[in-house]
Structure formats: C-alpha cells, structure tokens
C-alpha cells in the first residue's frame, strides 16, 4: 500500500524528471512539493529502501521500474478525474486541478474503471494532458511551447494547468485546445508574441504566458 505522501513524492519526481530516463535532485523535489531539502532527503532514503527510486546524495534521484509504475497510476488518476469533472460533473477547466489533487488518493480503482468507461476511455485530459492506460502507456507527447516554435499556423493541443488563473485568462481570450491561429513574426526581445486568430483579431501574448502553451503545426 503508498501513502498519499508517497504517491505526491513519486508523481512530483516523475514530473521532473520528464518523461524519458532522466534524473532530478532534491532541491528541485523540495521546490516542487513546498518541504525542506531535509525532509526530501529523509523520504528519498525511505523510498530508496522501498526500491522505488535510485538515489545517492548529490548525484540525483531518478524513479525505478516499481516507482514509475505507481507515479503513472497516479497521474492516470489525477487526469480521468479532472476529464470526469469537466465533461460529467461540468466544472470550468480553470476548477479541477486541486480538485483531483485530492481527490486522486482516495479513488478506488473500481471507481476509476467505471469512470473511464462513461468517458469512452479519453486519451488526453481536458488541458492537453496524455492519459496513462491502465497498462501505464502513455501516448507520446511532441507538442512544443509557442517559445520553441518559429512564426506559422499552429493548433493548441496542451495547456499547462498548474494555473487556475491562466486557464481562467485563456478562456476568455478563447485560447483553448483545438483552437486554431497564426503566429507572426514576434517581437522577443521586448517580450512579447502577437498570434492571430481565424477571425482576424489580432492578440499579443507574453512570454510566460506562451511558455505555457504547447501547439501542433497546421
């Protein structure tokens, strides 16, 4: 059985360490989940012995196979409820972030099951998000940020939803998945992006904002 605290700490290292066979630190854990390096360290030694995790001070920490598995099942979690909450329960996107955060250690799977099926088993969450399957296969994420890409026509595919009050911004400017615009030549070094959408209404956005913003090309 993992604890909730468990869980957030494997979720939090799996978030980190990308999706790939990479590594974090635990600063970068502390920063992650609010705690001190010290109460990382006791945990990372706890889930070290539990071979959840490879860790050796100052040299990073990076999950193991069992690790992997139980963060994924987590993450698996967290987005079927925020799916559920935005299509069944008709909750704004911008709401059901923390919502899940909760409510992703007390599911029981039979539940989840359940859920998932009323869904028609989604692949993606409603910011964009891949959904593990029950296997923990996660569908390849190759969206880029509106940062990483040159000037064109793009299609939003994901959203960072660890903003409430971003979400809330890019819905009233209508930024929301599958919408469609142009990104023109962009003026950086003051900051700023200008998209235009469809209907020709023209929108800068600011670089932090765009970071935030994953596309496909049209």
């Avoid at 235009?196 to 913003?213: N, T």
């Amino acid at each position: 059985m993992v604890s909730s605290t468990v869980e957030n700490y494997l979720k939090a290292i799996l978030h980190l360490q990308g999706e790939g066979a990479g590594s974090t630190t635990v600063g970068e854990i502390a920063k992650e989940l609010w705690v001190t390096p010290g109460t990382v360290t006791m945990m990372m030694r706890q889930l070290k012995e539990r071979r959840l995790i490879a860790y050796e001070p100052r040299r990073g920490v990076s999950l193991l196979a069992l690790g992997r598995a139980e963060a994924l099942k987590v993450v698996r979690r967290h987005r079927l409820i925020e799916t559920f909450l935005v299509e069944i329960m008709q909750l704004d996107w911008s709401e059901v972030h923390e919502e899940a955060e909760i409510l992703e250690h007390v599911i029981s799977d039979r539940l989840l099951d359940r859920m998932d099926k009323m869904l028609g088993e989604p692949t993606h969450d409603p910011h964009g998000d891949p959904i593990p399957d029950r296997n923990g296969v996660v569908v390849e994420n190759t969206a880029l940020s509106l940062l990483e890409v040159e000037a064109g026509d793009y299609r939003i595919v994901r959203v960072s939803d660890e903003d409430s009050s971003l979400l809330g911004w890019l819905d009233d400017k209508g930024l929301t998945i599958g919408e469609e615009f142009s990104l023109c030549d962009s003026d950086r070094p003051a900051g700023l992006l200008e998209l235009v959408r469809r209907d020709g209404e023209r929108l800068p956005l600011g670089l932090q904002v765009a970071g935030r913003v994953f596309v496909e090309a049209v």
